[in-house]
């Protein structure tokens, strides 16, 4: 019986497939597809119920197989099945399970209970297809498509990631195996070495997806790798039979997950709403406690010391309001957001509403954010006011400070300076310059008076504004007001300590000057004696000697009254000495008005008194040594005075005899001689006043008043006395010689000592040339200047002015006598020579005597007239040379 069902709307889209259905039944390959699929399909299901099938069109023809295999599906009673063998049971039980599909809003198109029972191979596959697509495909959905599109479009999903992989249909998509591979892989990664399949291979890829969803996914081999493989169009029914499987495989796990998500939608809601009320307690929690800690701390008004805490308070306000509240308003804010929004949540969910833990209502919030807001009220104001504070304790601790530091620094080392004993030391200028100094100093330690005061006054202002190191500031305003006290009390004592010794130092002053006024003039006295005392005196006379006796007697009366006046001023300093011991002045240096002092005085007065016996010594022993050069000037002076005299009158007797002409020149010679002699015997008493003489200069005697003589001029009138009788007997001598010579007689000789001592005018024994010009022209002589030059030259060769009596008898006697001349001397050796012009060294030997003969020989020159022959010697030259200018 054919089941015809209402074409209902829900099942519009089986009608296509059931067209295509038949004809794609009609392919022999594709039945024999379908057998092995749906069978395998039927028996995954049947063996839940402990049974299976063998062949399809067979083993459902009694409906019985076919009523569990439904029951199994669907998880629902059918009505109970008729047990009988008949035909009748049989399609009974078929049209039990046909009702049932169509019961499931299936159309089932000429399928009838009799062709099923009858085992038709195409209605039975066609019936199996419609449970299939029924049961296992219809409630296939995936994001708005159902069914076979859903089907398609969850293959396509999960294929997605593999690049080798592209589903499109439900039959030749699948040939090369990849894609049932990528779908285990995609579900079970572990299942399946996807890298290592080829697109090339599809038997293996097909064997790998069978094998492993057999093995593994419990889902039974449906499809014959080779038929794939070997059909151009694999059966499309088949293969989606068997995707559906892995669909409901892996979609089992789907459900799982989407019965899993609602579950966790549901706590994610509570979780959420236990999180928002942890938060909100958390939140709470952490800003009333921040709201706690920061309270005290806002609340906190113990001023600071420093400007800088203070400053470092105002700048951690100034951090909190800018960088610490603003977060906190955020957070409280946001608390009450949360709180708002949570409330929102729980109602909508059906939740009951939240509940706060005590004290965390957002009212306690608010009330705690009141009072930090109170207590930050009013804060800034006493920070700022605190700074203002500080500030002008700063500036009054500097000041102090400041000022202490000036004034410490002014009175760094005032007390030591004030208790110096340097006056102890000094003299009287030192003294008023110290008193200068310290009148000064009270200027200056009273114009300090006001910064003491200044100083007490900024300690006393930071005491009332309560600075924190009053107890230090008021310690050292204490020292330096008891330094400033004590200062004032060793300015006075040094003020007196300088005033006495000045009144001491001017007393001293007046004794020193008055001893300097003392002793100056009689240290001049001492220093004038010891002079004198000490002088070494040259005197010559007993007179000098007499004077300067007297002179030390008047000297040594006056020492009584010396000796008084050094006891005076010895008393002057014994009066220094005292007050320097009385009043233990230290005496700093000497005396200023003087270097001298008593132990020179002394010194000196000691040096005089030994010094006045020596003086008397000296004077004793000198006045002995002018007696005795008295003794020898007397001495010296009786011969002297006596050979003196008789020196001159021997010199006047000689002069006489050599100018007068009393007999013949012999007898005048002879009486020189005898003169000559009587002098020499007078020797021995020039020798004996020699002697005298040098006692005389040993004694060291200088001038002798006894005598005008001295030794010099007695030496001297000796010396003459022996040369001019000497020259006297020799100028005789000469004018015998040249009497002799000239053959001049006495008479003429006697003549020319009468003229000559008639024209020698100043009586000197010599003429000067205008006596002797007169001598000639009394003469006769007539002659010019040039003749008289000539005369001159010849009687005074050696230009001495004068003419003696010896020249003027050469000169008269060549005017008068006749004399041998150049040319008698030539004739005589023309005679020696043989008459010839020359003469030879020979015939000079022969003539004349030896020295003679070699006198010529080496004093001649060779002659060298046309006649010569050698050794010739010129005689002529040699004559007229030995006659040389005097020839006249």
Same mark, same amino acid.
């Given at each position: 019986m054919d089941h015809h069902h209402n074409d209902g709307g829900e099942n519009d889209y089986m009608q296509q497939e059931d067209d295509w259905d038949r004809d794609m039944l009609l392919d022999p390959a594709w039945e024999k597809q379908q057998r092995k699929t749906f069978t395998a399909w039927c028996n995954s299901h049947l063996r839940k119920a402990g049974t299976q099938i063998e062949n399809i069109e067979e083993d459902f023809r009694d409906g019985l197989k076919l009523m569990l295999l439904l029951e199994v599906i669907s998880g629902e009673r059918l009505a109970k099945p008729e047990r009988g063998k008949m035909r009748v049971h049989k399609i009974s039980n078929v049209n039990k399970a046909l009702d049932f599909i169509a019961s499931k809003g299936v159309k089932l198109v000429s399928?009838?209970?009799?062709?099923?029972?009858?085992?038709?191979?195409?209605?039975?596959?066609?019936? *199996?297809?419609? @449970?299939?697509?029924?049961?296992?495909?219809?409630?296939?959905?995936?994001?708005?498509?159902?069914? #076979?599109?859903?089907?398609?479009?969850?293959? /396509?999903? +999960?294929?997605?990631?593999?690049?080798?992989?592209? @589903?499109?249909?439900?039959?030749?998509?699948? +040939?090369?195996?990849?894609?049932?591979?990528?779908? *285990? &892989?995609?579900?079970?990664?572990?299942? *399946?070495?996807?890298?290592?399949?080829?697109?090339?291979?599809?038997?293996? =890829?097909?064997?790998?997806?069978?094998?492993?969803?057999?093995?593994?996914?419990?889902?039974?081999?449906?499809?014959?790798?080779?038929?794939?493989?070997?059909?151009?169009?694999?059966?499309?029914?088949?293969?989606?039979?068997?995707?559906?499987? !892995? !669909?409901?495989?892996?979609?089992?796990?789907?459900?799982?997950?989407?019965a899993a998500n609602r579950i966790c939608k549901v706590l994610?809601?509570? /979780?959420?709403?236990?999180?928002?009320?942890?938060?909100?307690?958390?939140?709470?929690?952490?800003?009333?406690?921040w709201i706690r800690r920061t309270i005290p701390w806002l609340e906190n008004r113990a001023p600071e010391n420093t400007m800088q805490a203070m400053q470092?308070?105002?700048?951690?306000?100034?951090?909190?309001?800018?960088?610490?509240?603003?977060?906190?308003?955020?957070?409280?804010?946001?608390?009450?957001?949360?709180? =708002?929004?949570?409330?929102?949540?729980?109602?909508?969910?059906?939740?009951?509403?939240?509940?706060?833990?005590?004290?965390?209502?957002?009212?306690? *919030?608010? =009330?705690?954010?009141?009072?930090?807001?109170?207590?930050? #009220?009013? !804060?800034?104001?006493?920070?700022?006011?605190?700074?203002?504070?500080?500030?002008?304790?700063?500036?009054?601790?500097?000041?102090?400070?400041? +000022?202490?530091?000036?004034?410490?620094?002014?009175?760094?080392? #005032?007390?030591?300076?004030?208790?110096? +004993?340097?006056?102890?030391?000094?003299?009287?200028?030192? @003294?008023?310059?110290?008193?200068?100094k310290h009148e000064a100093f009270e200027s200056d330690l009273a114009a300090h008076q006001d910064r003491v005061e200044q100083i007490a006054a900024i300690a006393q202002e930071l005491n009332e504004l309560e600075y924190y190191d009053s107890p230090s500031v008021n310690a050292r305003c204490q020292r330096i007001c008891d330094q400033w006290d004590s200062l004032g009390v060793l300015t006075q004592k040094r003020s007196e300590a300088l005033q006495r010794t000045e009144k001491l130092l001017e007393t001293i002053d007046q004794l020193y000057l008055e001893f300097a006024k003392s002793a100056a003039p009689f240290n001049n006295w001492m220093e004038g004696a010891m002079e004198d005392?000490?002088?070494?005196? @040259?005197? &010559?006379?007993?007179?000098?000697?007499?004077?300067?006796?007297?002179?030390?007697?008047?000297?040594?009366?006056?020492?009584p009254e010396a000796d008084k006046e050094r006891q005076a001023i010895l008393g002057i300093h014994n009066e220094i000495a005292k007050i320097v011991q009385t009043y233990h002045v230290n005496m700093a240096g000497t005396n200023p008005y003087t270097t001298i002092n008593p132990q020179e005085i002394n010194a000196k007065w000691d040096k005089v008194r030994q010094l006045v016996p020596q003086r008397d010594q000296a004077l004793i022993e000198e006045h002995a040594r002018q007696q005795n050069n008295e003794r020898l000037r007397r001495q010296f002076a009786n011969q002297a005075n006596v050979i003196g005299p008789w020196i001159q009158t021997k010199m006047q007797e000689i002069g006489r005899i050599s100018i007068e002409m009393h007999g013949t020149l012999e007898d005048q010679l002879t009486h020189l001689r005898q003169y000559e002699k009587s002098i020499v015997n007078y020797k021995p008493k020039i020798d004996q006043l020699e002697g005298d003489h040098q006692l005389i200069q040993e004694a060291l005697i200088f001038d002798n008043k006894h005598t005008n003589y001295t030794m010099e001029h007695i030496r001297v009138g000796w010396e003459q006395l022996l040369t001019t009788i000497a020259r006297t007997i020799n100028e005789i001598e000469n004018q015998i010689l040249t009497r002799d010579a000239k053959g001049i007689s006495?008479?003429?000789m006697n003549e020319f000592r009468a003229s000559f001592n008639h024209f020698d005018r100043k009586k000197t024994g010599m003429m000067d040339a205008e006596d002797f010009r007169a001598c000639l022209i009394s003469m006769g002589y007539n002659m010019g200047e040039a003749e008289f030059a000539r005369i001159m030259s010849i009687v005074d060769p050696n230009r001495l002015g004068v003419v003696t009596f010896q020249a003027f008898i050469d000169f008269m006697s060549r005017e008068t006598a006749d004399t041998d001349t150049a040319d008698q001397v030539m004739a005589s050796f023309k005679v020696l020579a043989g008459d010839k012009n020359y003469i030879l060294a020979d015939e000079l030997r022969r003539e004349l005597p030896p020295d003679q003969a070699e006198y010529c020989i080496a004093r001649m020159t060779p002659y060298t007239g046309p006649d010569a022959v050698p050794g010739a010697l010129d005689y002529m030259s040699f004559s007229t040379a030995l006659y040389g200018e005097s020839d006249l």
């Open positions: 399928i009838g209970a009799e062709e099923i029972v009858d085992g038709n191979a195409k209605m039975t596959l066609g019936m *199996i297809w419609t @449970i299939i697509l029924r049961f296992a495909i219809q409630d296939i959905s995936v994001e708005e498509t159902s069914a #076979k599109e859903g089907l398609l479009l969850w293959c /396509q999903r +999960k294929t997605a990631p593999y690049k080798n992989v592209n @589903i499109q249909n439900f039959h030749i998509s699948w +040939k090369d195996g990849l894609g049932f591979c990528a779908l *285990i &892989h995609r579900h079970r990664p572990e299942l *399946i070495d996807y890298g290592k399949l080829r697109k090339d291979d599809p038997m293996t =890829n097909l064997n790998t997806a069978f094998d492993v969803a057999e093995k593994y996914l419990d889902i039974p081999k449906m499809l014959d790798a080779e038929d794939i493989v070997s059909t151009l169009r694999p059966d499309e029914k088949a293969i989606m039979t068997y995707v559906s499987c !892995y !669909y409901h495989a892996f979609s089992g796990k789907q459900k799982a997950e989407t994610a809601v509570n /979780q959420e709403n236990e999180q928002l009320m942890e938060d909100y307690e958390k939140l709470a929690s952490d800003l009333l406690e470092q308070k105002l700048e951690d306000f100034r951090d909190y309001r800018r960088l610490h509240k603003p977060p906190k308003v955020q957070e409280k804010c946001q608390l009450e957001i949360n709180f =708002n929004t949570l409330q929102t949540k729980l109602r909508l969910s059906n939740r009951p509403a939240f509940m706060p833990s005590e004290g965390k209502m957002v009212s306690d *919030i608010s =009330n705690a954010w009141g009072s930090l807001e109170g207590a930050e #009220k009013g !804060y800034e104001e006493w920070l700022l006011n605190e700074i203002r504070r500080l500030e002008r304790l700063d500036h009054l601790a500097e000041k102090f400070r400041q +000022k202490a530091a000036i004034h410490e620094a002014w009175t760094d080392g #005032k007390e030591e300076m004030l208790q110096q +004993k340097d006056y102890e030391t000094a003299s009287l200028s030192d @003294i008023k310059a110290l008193l200068k005392l000490q002088d070494t005196f @040259i005197v &010559h006379t007993i007179e000098e000697i007499q004077g300067l006796s007297t002179a030390h007697e008047q000297f040594k009366a006056t020492l006495q008479d003429q």
